[in-house]
């Protein structure tokens, strides 16, 4: 969603932002476009291996690189004074599920990890070896939404009665098993892994926490957009919106979530889901 990202935005020639969540540096590259020589972007990630191949795609003087998460952003922006805009891209990114080493992929036969941040100590493996048959139902059932919870926590920890579930591949086994067999084209583990990568990762309370500091950030008039891709993170950014409006903190510019054309779908499958808001500091 490139041009909704720079519409509302609505980056100003000499304005300092952040992009929170920088990836490989796409919405970053953007925003320098419409950045004169007196604009600023710092540009931050979790994951120390897209900030490292973001910093060599931009390659640009006016960009200040920080590793870092989004409950870090009030630290992270401490000597740049307020923002003119905070880009917040929720999620996880392609690079990350595509690179069978991180550990986040079905088919994968490496250790089950899914950290964003790999100098975090609690892995996914650790979580399913470790965690109490109701924790990891509950887990399953309030991130990845699965009605059948309860059956692929107790498969689980059938599972690792066995022996200690490691991979990536023999947790996807172990809940296919659990949910009767493949069926359609959605693989059956895609709640339960979503689930857990979410709780590794405290992606709720880290977006919470980001909103929180996010809005704090802003000069009066600036902008914050933020790109959710499934319906918890969307319900977080339009709760804390809602609320922050009702305080008069700000005034809420995307009434309704914006969402992608059905050519960029075309163009790009993994962005189907994405919902954009946008409000701008009062």
């Known amino acids: 969603m490139a041009r909704e990202v720079l519409e509302h935005l609505d980056v100003k020639a000499a304005g300092v932002y952040l992009d929170a969540t920088v990836g490989l540096g796409g919405h970053s590259e953007l925003i320098?476009?419409?950045?004169g020589p007196a604009g600023r972007l710092i540009c931050m990630?979790?994951?120390?291996?897209?900030?490292?191949?973001?910093q060599r795609r931009l390659d640009d003087a006016r960009c200040s690189f920080i590793h870092g998460r989004f409950s870090g952003i009030a630290e992270t922006i401490a000597q740049e004074g307020k923002l003119?805009?905070?880009?917040?891209?929720?999620?996880v990114s392609m690079m990350q599920?595509?690179?069978?080493e991180r550990g986040f992929s079905f088919d994968s036969d490496e250790v089950l990890d899914m950290r964003m941040d790999r100098t975090d100590d609690i892995t996914a493996e650790d979580m399913v070896n470790t965690w109490r048959e109701k924790d990891l139902a509950n887990i399953i059932y309030q991130y990845g939404e699965e009605g059948r919870s309860r059956r692929i926590a107790r498969a689980i920890v059938t599972r690792r009665s066995q022996g200690r579930i490691r991979t990536c591949r023999e947790l996807a086994d172990t809940v296919v098993k659990a949910m009767g067999g493949r069926r359609g084209r959605t693989h059956p583990a895609t709640r339960t892994f979503q689930a857990l990568r979410m709780a590794v990762n405290d992606e709720l309370?880290?977006?919470?926490?980001?909103?929180?500091?996010?809005l704090d950030a802003l000069r009066k008039g600036g902008r914050l957009v933020a790109i959710s891709y499934h319906s918890l993170e969307d319900r977080e950014v339009k709760v804390f919106l809602r609320e922050a409006g009702r305080e008069g903190r700000v005034d809420i510019i995307t009434k309704k979530p914006l969402i992608p054309s059905e050519d960029e779908k075309r163009q790009h499958p993994s962005a189907r889901s994405a919902r954009l808001r946008c409000a701008e500091a009062s």
């Open 32 to 35: 320098l476009r419409e950045l």
């Open 97 to 100: 599920l595509k690179d069978p």
């Open 205 to 214: 309370g880290q977006i919470r926490a980001g909103l929180v500091a996010a």
């Open 84 to 91: 003119d805009g905070v880009l917040m891209d929720f999620g």
């Open 45 to 54: 990630d979790r994951d120390e291996r897209a900030l490292e191949l973001a």
